[in-house]
């Protein structure tokens, strides 16, 4: 009996009563992530409070811009350099959470957007059109790191809710959609006669609240593990997993971006107010981030490659429905579906990608991965504007939909790879 004892074996009777001494089968999985909800809980009220600096500029950049630049055609420069910073800092956001861990790239993120607000906030005040364009560079570098909170939120839980929690935080940037455009509008013009001067030195204040959130944020310190640990990044980017992954990240992101922006103006040259292209953005704003909430559920029922799916066809859709028609309400209807067809592209491939690397790989892959996102988006700045001007919505519209279905048919083709053994998953 003594020895059914030491073995784990209840010594009751009936043999079905397990050892008080043994630790229950949960537990293990508990410890492994003790800080699971409040982590998650800090990273969604970050990404509301850190998202409303991309709200904020792309609210007032180009208005900014075309205030202070001598040369009117560089109005919208300052909203190419976000993109541009962004896109720059997401390789070095990656290397320094290898090295540091994530909070230290957060809390230079957070650095980042005070710098934004306060440079900004000095290029209103004396004048400056190219301060104001390395101020709004800043801001990009304060996106990419942004980005980076759903790939934390994935660290935060066990396998089973890792698309949940990517979801969920990501669910924060509907408020970010709320939060910047009320800042821009109850600020921007406390300070007269300089216009968004307040807004600026009030995103700055935002970026602190948001460090300070983010600074309790506790996740494990990268473990110290050698270049041989990981697989060759030529070998990582063969998987066909993850070529559909970052194809319909960047084609979902890539063609988001060009409609968004492209909409409004094209609404006014079509003789739509802007009241009327301000509620298409709020509408399309909500139609991004809304189905958050319950995307996370939706991979874990049908799974991530649908999920996916689903996002590029209603895309299309929204394309389509651009081409039908120039009323408010084909637009409004292209700004909402593409926000929903954005969202669940967007969720779904970032899940996908969680499936790809082994956990030394982890930050390498994901950097990469917004690096392919964020660059695309820096080609899309410098030629949508000229499409629509020169070939008109229609174009932009039309040209939109061969990405997307050449996102699809790639996802498509790795059905045909299901025999290839699964590479290892992040623990």
């Excluded at 970010?176 to 700055?204: D, E, K, N, S």
Aim: net charge positive; charged share 10%; proline share 5%.
């Amino acid at each position: 009996m003594q020895q059914a004892s030491a073995a784990g074996v209840s010594s009751s009777p009936g043999g079905d009563l397990p050892d008080p001494r043994r630790a229950p089968p949960q537990r293990p999985a508990a410890t492994a992530f003790p800080h699971e909800r409040g982590n998650l809980a800090r990273l969604a009220i970050g990404q509301a409070l850190a998202g409303a600096n991309a709200s904020v500029i792309f609210a007032t950049g180009a208005v900014v811009g075309n205030t202070l630049a001598t040369d009117k055609a560089l109005a919208t420069l300052p909203i190419t350099m976000f993109v541009v910073g962004t896109a720059l800092a997401t390789l070095p956001a990656g290397a320094i959470a290898q090295r540091h861990g994530r909070r230290a790239v957060f809390m230079i993120g957070s650095g980042c957007g005070v710098l934004v607000g306060l440079l900004a906030a000095l290029a209103v005040l004396i004048g400056s059109f190219w301060l104001f364009c390395l101020a709004t560079m800043f801001g990009g570098a304060y996106l990419a790191v942004t980005a980076t909170f759903r790939f934390a939120a994935a660290e935060c839980g066990p396998a089973e809710r890792r698309a949940r929690a990517l979801s969920l935080v990501m669910a924060g940037g509907l408020f970010a959609g709320i939060i910047g455009p009320q800042l821009v509008t109850h600020t921007m013009m406390l300070w007269p006669p300089y216009l968004f001067a307040a807004t600026f030195v009030a995103q700055a204040v935002v970026a602190v609240l948001a460090g300070a959130v983010l600074y309790g944020v506790r996740l494990p310190l990268p473990k110290r593990v050698g270049t041989e640990a990981g697989r060759p990044l030529g070998v990582i980017l063969r998987q066909p997993r993850l070529i559909a992954a970052m194809t319909a990240g960047v084609v979902s992101y890539f063609i988001m971006n060009w409609l968004m922006t492209s909409a409004p103006l094209a609404m006014r040259l079509c003789g739509l107010s802007q009241a009327d292209a301000n509620l298409g953005i709020q509408w399309h704003v909500l139609a991004m981030y809304g189905p958050s909430f319950g995307t996370g559920w939706v991979i874990a029922r049908i799974g991530a490659p649908r999920v996916v799916a689903i996002g590029l066809l209603v895309s299309v859709a929204a394309a389509a429905l651009g081409l039908s028609g120039l009323s408010v309400w084909h637009f409004w209807g292209t700004l909402v579906l593409i926000g929903l067809g954005w969202n669940f592209g967007f969720v779904g491939a970032s899940a996908m990608v969680l499936d790809c690397y082994r956990p030394e790989e982890r930050t390498r892959v994901q950097s990469l991965n917004d690096f392919a996102v964020f660059g695309s988006m820096v080609v899309g700045s410098f030629i949508s504007g000229g499409l629509l001007n020169h070939y008109g919505w229609a174009v932009v519209c039309l040209v939109s939909i061969i990405p997307l279905l050449i996102a699809a048919a790639t996802l498509y083709a790795t059905t045909r790879f299901r025999t290839q053994a699964a590479p290892a998953r992040v623990a």
